[in-house]
């Protein structure tokens, strides 16, 4: 028998019954821009950055570019997830990076 409780509201769920694997996966995106710096004022950043990258863990650092989570939830849990996610997607948001464009 497995115990396998939703990682959302704790909730036992019963083997063979309805749950969901929910992947998040969260990437920096690099949109092909650096920004403009010059002479002493972007050797100043480097240090800076340097001195501020130095303050993080390698973990920290490397979450700060890719992290990958994987949750197990009963359905109600699994909508009220994503019906969050979407409820604050902002209005500006064009429609290709939108709900129904995951939607296979
Ligand atoms: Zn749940």
Do not use: W
């Amino acid at each position: 028998m497995n115990r396998i409780h939703c990682h959302r509201c704790g909730q036992l769920m019963a083997d063979g019954s309805l749950k969901y694997q929910v992947a998040v996966r969260v990437l920096s995106l690099f949109d092909g821009t650096v920004p403009d710096r010059e002479g002493s004022e972007a050797k100043q950043d480097l240090a800076s950055l340097v001195a501020e990258a130095a303050a993080y863990s390698e973990e920290e650092l490397t979450r700060q570019v890719y992290e990958d989570d994987i949750f197990i939830m009963c359905p109600a849990c699994k909508e009220a997830f994503l019906e969050d996610i979407y409820a604050h997607l902002h209005p500006k948001a064009a429609p290709e990076h939108g709900r129904a464009h995951l939607i296979h």
